[in-house]
C-alpha cells in the first residue's frame, strides 16, 4: 500500500482529494495547505492527518499530489523530489523551461516518478482519438468557457490552452516550424482570448481558441483528415466521425437543390473520470505496474515550450499589423 499525500488543497486540490479517498491501494496519509483555515473545514469530512508545512509530510509519504498556486511548484516538487518523494505535479509544471527541466533531472537520477497533470490525456474520447486521427491536416480547437476574477492574474495560455497543446503535439508527432498568436483582454489585463495558429514540418496547420469571456462553456475539437472529418467534445467525451461526404446539386422543378450525403460513425468511448484514471496511473507507476511515462520527458516539455513562446508573443507583439480602413 503506497503512503500518499497532497500540498495545495484548494480547488484542484480536492478533486485529488477525493479520488485518493476511494483508491484502495493508496493510504492517504496527511492533507497539508498553507492555510489553517482550508485545513479546518477540510477535517470535519476527512479524518487525515493535517500539515501546513509540506517538509513535515514528506517522511511519511511515498507519492505527492502538488496542486499548489504554480509559482510554488518548482520549490516544492524539488524538496519532495529531493526527499526521495515521487511526485504528480498539476499544470503547468513550472512558469520556467529551465526549472522544469532540472526537476525532470532529479527525478531520472534519483528513479523517481515526475508526473505532469496533463489531465485531458487521460479523457476517454482523447485517447480514442490518438487511433483514429492518424494523418490530420487541419486541427481545429475550441476551448471557451465564462470568466472567472480569481484567474484574472494567470495566463489563459499556460491556464488553459495548454490542454490543447499538449493533445495536439502529442497527435501530430512533427516540428512546429510556424506560430501565429493574438490575444485581447476584456476584463483582466492580461489577454482573456487567444488565438492561435501552429504549423506543423509535415504540413499539418491547428488552429487553437481560447477564451475566459465566453457564456457558453464549450471545449471541443474537429480534425480534417484525407478521408474523414472527426469531431470530438471533451465534456461528454463524444466522437462522431463523417465519411464519404459527397455533395450533389439536383434540377427539380424550377428549383435547384442541393443534397449532402455522408455516412456518420458515433465512436463508443469508455467514460471515466480522467482525473481518476491519470491518478491510478501514477500510483501504478510508482509501484513499477505500469510504463512511467505516456509520452517522454521532450515531449511534456515541449507542450511547455510553444506555451511559453506564445505567451511571449502575446506579452510584446499582437501578431497583427495596425490599419486604419
Ligand atoms: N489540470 C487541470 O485541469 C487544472 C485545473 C485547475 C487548476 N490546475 C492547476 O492546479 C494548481 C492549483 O490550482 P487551484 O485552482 O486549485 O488553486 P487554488 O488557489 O484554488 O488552491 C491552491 C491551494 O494551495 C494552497 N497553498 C499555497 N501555497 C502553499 C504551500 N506553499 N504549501 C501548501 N499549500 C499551499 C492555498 O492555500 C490553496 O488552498 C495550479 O497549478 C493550476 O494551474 C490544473
Known amino acids: 500500500m503506497l503512503n500518499v499525500g497532497i500540498i495545495g488543497l484548494g480547488k484542484m486540490g480536492k478533486y485529488h482529494l477525493n479520488i485518493y479517498d476511494e483508491l484502495t491501494n493508496a493510504n492517504m496519509a496527511g492533507m497539508c495547505d498553507a492555510s489553517e483555515e482550508v485545513l479546518g473545514e477540510l477535517s470535519k469530512r476527512y479524518p487525515y492527518k493535517t500539515y501546513t508545512d509540506y517538509r513535515e509530510l514528506l517522511p511519511h509519504v511515498d507519492a505527492v499530489t502538488i496542486a499548489a498556486p504554480t509559482v510554488h511548484h518548482y520549490d516544492i516538487a524539488k524538496e519532495c523530489l529531493e526527499a ?10 513550472t512558469t520556467d523551461l529551465a526549472q522544469a527541466e532540472e526537476l525532470f533531472n532529479i527525478a531520472e537520477k534519483r528513479g523517481l516518478v515526475l508526473h ?12 480514442e482519438l490518438r487511433k483514429i486521427a492518424t494523418d490530420p491536416y487541419l486541427i481545429e480547437s475550441r476551448r471557451v468557457g465564462p470568466y472567472n ?23 501530430v508527432n512533427s516540428d512546429v516550424t510556424e506560430l501565429q498568436a493574438s490575444g485581447y483582454s476584456v476584463h483582466s489585463k492580461l489577454p482573456d482570448y487567444a488565438s492561435v ?3 506543423f ?31 470530438l467534445d471533451y465534456t461528454s467525451q463524444d466522437i462522431n466521425i463523417y465519411r464519404n461526404i ?11 437543390r442541393y443534397k449532402n450525403e455522408y455516412v456518420l460513425e458515433r465512436l463508443f468511448v469508455y467514460k471515466d473520470n480522467p482525473l481518476k484514471q491519470e491518478i491510478k496511473h501514477f500510483l501504478d507507476c510508482v509501484s513499477g505496474q505500469e510504463e512511467c511515462r505516456v509520452v517522454t520527458v521532450e515531449h511534456e516539455l515541449k507542450s511547455l515550450k510553444i506555451a511559453l513562446k506564445i505567451d511571449e508573443i502575446l506579452m510584446k507583439d499582437k501578431g497583427a499589423i495596425e490599419v486604419n480602413l
Open 84 to 93: 526521495g518523494v515521487h511526485v504528480l505535479v498539476e499544470k503547468p509544471i
Open 116 to 127: 505532469i497533470g496533463h489531465v485531458e490525456r487521460f479523457n476517454g474520447a482523447v485517447q
Open 149 to 171: 476574477p480569481n484567474f484574472a492574474g494567470d495566463s489563459i495560455v499556460l491556464d488553459l490552452m495548454i490542454h490543447d497543446i499538449d493533445i495536439i503535439v502529442n497527435m
Open 197 to 199: 495558429h501552429l504549423h
Open 201 to 231: 514540418a509535415n504540413n499539418t496547420t491547428a488552429h487553437i481558441l481560447v477564451s475566459r469571456v465566453t457564456q457558453k462553456k464549450d471545449r471541443t475539437m474537429s480534425i480534417s483528415q484525407k478521408d474523414s472529418f472527426i469531431s
Open 246 to 256: 459527397q455533395s450533389t446539386q439536383i434540377m427539380g422543378n424550377k428549383e435547384l
